[in-house]
DNA sequence: GTCTATACCAAGATAGAC
DNA sequence: GTCTATCTTGGTATAGAC
């Protein structure tokens, strides 16, 4: 397999795994399993599990805005908050790019991942208030509610068995016009 | 040092560690240290680091839902939601119950931390709508915001040297007569 | 109740062959 | 480009003394 090639798909199968078990988690073990290939040789791809997590971090990221931009001329019908909920939601896959974000998000305290998950939440918050045109206070809701997703994905509410937090799920979740919806679930 | 009084103090000390490091980050040597006592006892007094966790967990749980209550029967000014929000201001302290619950909210796919995560989530919903008397439009509201300040305390968004940035958090953790408001930083 | 010493294992990284 | 073998470290847990 081509290298470049063989980087993306290790890349695929390092996130799967970094969003179930969180950096520190996550073995380059479990992750050269996922990717079929051999733990000495993730590392050798990328020099060391930082830099793998990093990368993944990375390209979430790019995705997220790359889906946000995409969002904003699509011509769909609806606010700007509603089709930027709709991208979100769009954006779901099973390398759970929600939950990958969110890991480096609660990893600030770190010396070298902190200032990148700093920085990539800095650039979205630019974006929805210079780009996307949203105001201050709507960008607030709009990401809390997001903040609000992201962790219920990250705790599974949906294996709870009780009424309520099912239906609570199934509200967040569920078709909103007013903010992010389904992810990866 | 007396048992209870040392378990206590150990409590304290895995809860600030925890809350930096999440739980596969921190080692129960720092802990130990933390805690002024030696590794060996850390585990010893509570089992194993997983079983430590679970207590510190609990423990956070049971200071929000106390802080809850008692929120319910200050006969303070405001609407229900503005004063859990002061409370939950209020709670804020250097051991960082906010992050703790957080972290292991990230842990949903974890065998025994997920049912434990998942359970607290619901006692709080529960308190939310059944005791506090929200509305479940109301309750989701409140979370969100909740979640999205426990994700900016965990990255440290106040670090980030950006205009917008510290306008946000300035934004989200000041004054605000409809949310949960600043905590531990 | 608390420590020192240590066993034991898991995991990241390196060396070097093919 | 990819593997096997292995070094090394760090971290949880146990044993046993004081």
Chains 1, 2 share one sequence.
């Not at 073995?27 to 990093?54: C, D």
């Not at 790359?66 to 609806?78: S, V």
């Not at 890991?103 to 770190?110: P, T, W």
């Not at 979205?124 to 903040?147: C, R």
Request: some cysteine; charged content about 20%.
């Amino acid at each position: 397999m081509a290298g470049s090639q063989r980087r993306e798909a290790t890349l695929t199968a390092a996130a799967a795994v970094f969003a179930r078990q969180g950096y520190h988690g996550a073995t380059t073990e479990r992750i050269a399993q996922a990717a079929g290939i051999s733990q000495p040789y993730v590392v050798r791809m990328f020099g060391s599990k930082e830099n793998l997590f990093l990368a993944v971090v990375d390209g979430c990221l790019e995705a997220v805005l790359d889906a946000f931009r995409a969002a904003l001329d699509d011509g769909q019908p609806g606010t700007v908050a509603s089709r930027l909920g709709s991208a979100y939601r769009a954006l779901a896959t099973e390398d759970g790019v929600h939950l990958i974000v969110m890991q480096s998000y609660m990893l600030g305290a770190d010396p070298v991942i902190g200032p990148v998950a700093r920085d990539g939440f800095t650039r979205i918050l630019h974006f929805m208030v210079e780009e996307a045109g949203l105001s201050e206070s709507a960008a607030e809701s709009f990401l809390a509610k997001g903040m609000l997703i992201n962790t219920l994905l990250g705790m599974r509410l949906g294996d709870q068995d009780d009424p309520l937090a099912q239906r609570f799920t199934q509200t967040v979740f569920g078709p909103d016009p007013a903010g992010p919806g389904p992810t990866d679930r």
